[in-house]
């Protein structure tokens, strides 16, 4: 070992060991994972500092543990830790390169309901531990809901204190609530002294890829984490994980195969996985190669983290980026996905979904919604806009309702071309906009631009739909649609002249208005059992005789007036 310490600035500079042969099975043991262990507990003691490695290769064969105000930083892939050497792990044993951990130091109880959005807390317990800068956990053994097939976590959620008042028995925390709480339902805190300031940057990680069962970095009730330019290669079960971490962020970094484990039900496989209760974390700027997923989040609703500008390839078996129900308040924006099973998915509230660029998938490129199997009560209020999705397999978005109700969407100027178009099950409030929908190229025989099914309050408005093969709109048991100011452009090769451009099989209360049907050869719009229909204002542009361009079998309270019909 080469080191020097430079106290004044609390910098220690470290070499590897010498005595290491290339190959993992004839390596002799080195002395590298008690080094850097014990120089890490010298800054931890010093209050912090930096621990910089040098060029070469560190062979660890122990999880190391990194304390509070602490940067270990390397001289980019020149400074590599070699972590092949881990013991490999099982559905039980999980291990990690680098941890670093926060402490439980006292518990508070609550006896008054709380709402969400409060920042002052009555409190009593432990309130002398509760002080300025450490963290709270709020826990409850109330749901966060429940549906058919089962329930929902427990509600939780982690604050900052940025005050307390003793005299009162008060804690002020900085974010406000995000749920509320009924006191009884065995409502407390936990007080913990955050592992703080860890920053990790400038290196690689190697660790030893299928079969290890082996994971990088995890902080685990952290405030103020840094990761940037880290690259970690065969983290078969995780790259990087954020456990109960508030205000975080990862940039920069490359996480290749992270393929998960081969255990039955295992399903991890995460470049970054995101979970229980995190919140204000930035993952921005890294690459994600052959991983099951990017980027994944869940557990106790770990809420605003933005996903940006990250690119997403060669993962060919789940979603390159996602997160599992419940999530809040996440925004997926600018990120670049090819190659992969399917685009994005996210399950939980209050989701941003905009300017991501989906291309060459299997797959799905945009989903929302609960899954078979899956609890979400409830998805609602999802913005998904000036997407570009390009040749999937599946829909280009799709909302997904089996499990939970879509509450309010608003779908707006996304590209979508040779795709399955939109899809939307089992929502209400939904505004589709100004989007374009090109199935010009598509194969399938079956190919409808947007399908939507059980469904109430929904507004078409602007969008331009070419090619589609089957029916440009689908409806099925729809009520309270309003589909005004589309496009429908026809290319006579791909249109069967046995469907309709507008389809509406059960519903009612269906306005369709000031609409442009372009070089038909098939009926306009074709309704059974729908009632209550307006048809006014529109233009059909038809290769068909006149008055055979629209069918409303047995439509009770029809009006259709002021529509203009050319050849």
């Not at 994972?33 to 010298?42: A, F, G, I, P, V």
């Not at 097939?149 to 427990?154: A, D, S, T």
């Not at 909302?399 to 209400?428: S, Y």
Request: charged share 15%.
């Amino acid at each position: 070992m080469s080191s020097n310490i430079n106290k004044a600035n609390e910098i220690i500079y470290l070499s590897p060991s010498e005595m290491k042969t290339t190959d993992l099975n004839t390596r002799t043991p080195s002395a590298d994972t008690e080094n850097l262990q014990n120089l890490l507990n010298d800054l931890g003691m010093q209050g912090g500092g930096t621990l910089r490695l040098g060029a070469g290769t560190f062979i660890i064969n122990q999880t190391l543990f990194v304390p509070s105000n602490v940067t270990i930083e390397g001289v980019g892939d020149r400074t590599i830790l070699d972590g092949r050497g881990l013991a490999h792990g099982d559905i039980n044993q999980r291990p990690f390169l680098l941890r670093a951990s926060g402490n439980q130091v006292g518990n508070l109880k609550v006896s008054t309901d709380l709402g969400e959005g409060q920042t002052k807390l009555s409190v009593t317990g432990d309130i002398f531990e509760a002080r300025t800068g450490r963290m709270v956990q709020i826990i409850s053994n109330e749901r966060q809901g429940e549906t058919e097939v089962g329930l929902l976590p427990f509600k939780e959620e982690i604050q900052k204190i940025v005050n307390v008042d003793l005299q009162d028995g008060t804690i002020e925390i900085d974010g406000g609530l995000l749920f509320d709480y009924m006191h009884d339902d065995n409502l407390r805190a936990e007080i913990y002294e955050p592992v703080s300031n860890v920053e990790i940057k400038k290196l690689k990680i190697i660790l030893g890829g299928v079969g290890s069962v082996h994971s990088g970095i995890n902080i685990n009730y952290g405030l103020n984490t840094k990761i940037d330019q880290v690259t970690i290669d065969g983290a078969e079960h995780i790259g990087i994980q954020m456990t109960r971490t508030y205000l975080f962020s990862i940039m920069n970094s490359y996480l290749l195969n992270s393929t998960s484990p081969l255990f039955d039900n295992f399903n991890s496989g995460y470049g970054i996985a995101v979970i229980s209760s995190s919140c204000y974390g930035r993952i921005e700027k890294n690459f994600f190669d052959n991983c099951r997923h990017g980027v994944t989040g869940g557990n106790h609703a770990p809420h605003h983290i933005s996903v940006s500008s990250n690119i997403c390839t060669n993962c060919r078996v789940g979603y390159a980026l996602g997160c599992h129900e419940p999530c809040m308040y996440w925004n997926f924006n600018g990120n670049t996905i090819q190659g992969c099973a399917s685009g994005i998915n996210t399950r939980g509230m209050h989701m941003t979904i905009s300017d991501n660029f989906v291309k060459n998938i299997t797959g799905v490129g945009i989903s929302t919604g609960g899954t078979s199997g899956t609890n979400l009560p409830v998805a609602k209020e999802y913005v998904i806009t000036n997407n570009r999705i390009t040749n999937t397999n599946g829909r280009a978005i799709e909302l997904r309702g089996h499990f939970g109700r879509i509450e309010g969407a608003i779908i707006e100027k996304n590209t979508c071309i040779k795709t399955l178009g939109i899809v939307i099950r089992n929502g209400e409030n939904l505004l589709i906009t100004n989007n374009l929908i090109d199935q010009t190229n598509n194969v399938e025989d079956t190919v409808y631009g947007i399908q939507l099914s059980s469904a109430e309050g929904i507004t078409l408005l602007g969008n331009h739909l070419i090619g589609a093969r089957t029916h440009g709109v689908f409806l099925a048991e729809c009520i309270d649609v309003n589909i005004s100011n589309n496009m429908f452009y026809v290319n006579k090769r791909l249109w069967n002249t046995d469907n309709a451009v507008i389809r509406a099989a059960v519903g009612s209360k269906i306005s369709i208005n000031n609409n442009h049907f372009q070089s038909l050869t098939r009926i306009s719009v074709f309704t059974t059992n729908a009632n209550d229909i307006i048809f006014v204002s529109n233009i059909i542009s038809s290769s068909r005789s006149s008055n055979s361009n629209t069918n409303f079998s047995g439509a009770s309270n029809l009006i259709s007036k002021d529509n203009i019909e050319t050849n």
